[in-house]
């Protein structure tokens, strides 16, 4: 029951936070400072400009970025940990965010690669980011329609109280180890992917725009590299096209060994009663992967069918897909306050 009422909450927005709303609207002691229109010696209008002006070496730096909309793309590559923090008044909830980065590109507009359509490239390790709304404005394409919002290539980057739009590919978690807490993530069509990350999500909420599958576990060899899901809120979005009824999965394998468990996933999105997707007819991909279900409920799960290449995990069994057995070292650079409760109680 207490999963229940925890989940509706997080559908809601009510009532997720710890006992404190964590304010972010003035910058720290010496970050750089990114405003529209600043006339202020020092400061930037464009975020870009600010990342880039950052020292190539291994110090830790601070953008603080004022409300407003930044237009253009933005690569995050110096050898030194990076926090982007987006102004806020309540920092634990992604709905007060004000900082908005809109980028448009995608392959069909010749983009060399998938990571090449970014509107924020993340290409070194130690970056945390914080209350951005993030979003690929290209739309959708019959053909090359690949178009990341966020791409994570280095390792150790966390994602707080942000948001993410796009249609296709939304969010690339490709290399390294990442964590997604407290955020909002929608997309279409194979909007979670990657090939190589460690990637664990918890207290999100996921939402399907149309139809499609909301993972790509890219995994090619029997490697440690999984998706997991815990505590997280699939619903439909506000602006979801019709075909978005019955035409929704959990995931399909981008590669052999595809891995992506969910656990505890309240699901209001009218989900395809098989729930998982084989890649496609002829080239199905599903001899090694492990696509793996405990404890999702909700209308959108209801008579489900599921495929039987995937998996219901039994309580023992899901008990060994966890924060600390997915990122042993996460106390080293997660920042723990966007833990769920829940989540800090079994710590």
């Given at each position: 029951?207490?999963?229940?009422?925890?989940?509706?909450?997080?559908?809601?927005?009510?009532?997720?936070?710890?006992?404190?709303?964590?304010?972010?609207?003035?910058?720290?002691?010496?970050?750089v400072?990114?405003?529209?229109?600043?006339?202020?010696?020092?400061?930037?209008?464009?975020?870009?400009?600010?990342?880039?002006?950052?020292?190539?070496?291994?110090?830790?730096?601070?953008?603080?970025?004022?409300p407003?909309?930044?237009?253009?793309?933005?690569?995050?590559?110096?050898?030194?940990?990076?926090?982007?923090?987006?102004?806020?008044?309540?920092?634990?909830?992604?709905?007060?965010?004000?900082?908005?980065?809109?980028?448009?590109?995608?392959?069909?507009?010749?983009?060399?690669?998938?990571?090449?359509?970014?509107?924020?490239?993340?290409?070194?390790?130690n970056v945390?980011?914080?209350?951005?709304?993030i979003?690929?404005?290209?739309?959708?394409a019959?053909?090359?329609?690949?178009?990341?919002?966020?791409?994570?290539?280095?390792?150790?980057?966390?994602?707080?109280?942000?948001?993410?739009?796009?249609?296709?590919?939304?969010?690339?978690?490709?290399?390294g180890?990442?964590?997604?807490?407290?955020?909002?993530?929608?997309?279409?069509?194979?909007?979670?992917?990657?090939?190589?990350?460690?990637?664990?999500?918890?207290?999100?909420?996921?939402?399907?725009?149309?139809?499609?599958?909301?993972t790509?576990?890219?995994?090619?060899?029997?490697?440690?590299?999984?998706?997991?899901?815990?505590?997280?809120?699939?619903?439909?979005?506000?602006?979801?096209?019709?075909?978005?009824?019955?035409?929704?999965?959990?995931?399909?394998?981008?590669?052999?060994?595809?891995?992506?468990?969910?656990?505890?996933?309240?699901?209001?999105?009218?989900?395809?009663?098989?729930?998982?997707?084989?890649?496609?007819?002829?080239?199905?991909?599903?001899?090694?992967?492990?696509?793996?279900?405990?404890?999702?409920?909700?209308?959108?799960?209801?008579?489900a069918?599921r495929?039987?290449?995937?998996?219901?995990?039994?309580?023992?069994?899901?008990?060994?897909?966890?924060?600390?057995?997915?990122?042993?070292?996460?106390?080293?650079?997660?920042?723990?306050?966007?833990?769920?409760?829940?989540?800090?109680?079994?710590?």
């Amino acid at each position: 029951m207490r999963s229940f009422i925890l989940s509706v909450l997080l559908v809601l927005g009510l009532a997720i936070s710890p006992s404190f709303e964590r304010q972010c609207t003035e910058p720290p002691p010496g970050a750089v400072v990114v405003k529209p229109g600043t006339q202020v010696v020092g400061q930037f209008s464009d975020l870009g400009e600010a990342v880039n002006s950052l020292p190539a070496d291994n110090t830790a730096q601070v953008v603080f970025v004022y409300p407003g909309t930044y237009v253009g793309q933005v690569n995050v590559s110096r050898p030194g940990p990076v926090t982007i923090m987006g102004y806020t008044k309540n920092s634990m909830d992604f709905t007060h965010n004000t900082v908005t980065l809109i980028h448009n590109a995608s392959l069909a507009t010749g983009a060399a690669s998938d990571d090449l359509t970014g509107t924020l490239r993340v290409l070194s390790n130690n970056v945390s980011l914080f209350n951005l709304d993030i979003r690929n404005n290209f739309g959708i394409a019959f053909s090359n329609g690949q178009a990341i919002a966020l791409s994570n290539q280095g390792d150790q980057i966390g994602v707080y109280a942000c948001r993410l739009f796009s249609y296709q590919d939304t969010l690339y978690t490709n290399v390294g180890n990442h964590i997604f807490l407290r955020s909002y993530i929608e997309g279409a069509v194979d909007f979670i992917f990657g090939r190589h990350s460690i990637a664990y999500f918890e207290g999100n909420t996921i939402a399907s725009k149309g139809a499609g599958c909301i993972t790509a576990s890219g995994r090619e060899l029997n490697d440690t590299g999984i998706y997991v899901f815990n505590q997280n809120t699939i619903i439909a979005a506000t602006d979801a096209f019709p075909n978005v009824t019955g035409n929704v999965f959990l995931g399909r394998p981008w590669g052999d060994f595809a891995r992506v468990v969910f656990k505890n996933t309240f699901i209001t999105a009218p989900m395809n009663k098989t729930i998982w997707s084989i890649w496609n007819p002829g080239d199905e991909r599903i001899d090694f992967i492990l696509f793996a279900e405990y404890n999702s409920f909700g209308p959108g799960v209801e008579n489900a069918h599921r495929a039987n290449f995937s998996t219901v995990l039994s309580p023992s069994q899901a008990a060994q897909y966890t924060l600390e057995s997915t990122l042993p070292n996460y106390r080293d650079w997660v920042d723990m306050d966007y833990l769920l409760p829940e989540s800090t109680e079994n710590l």
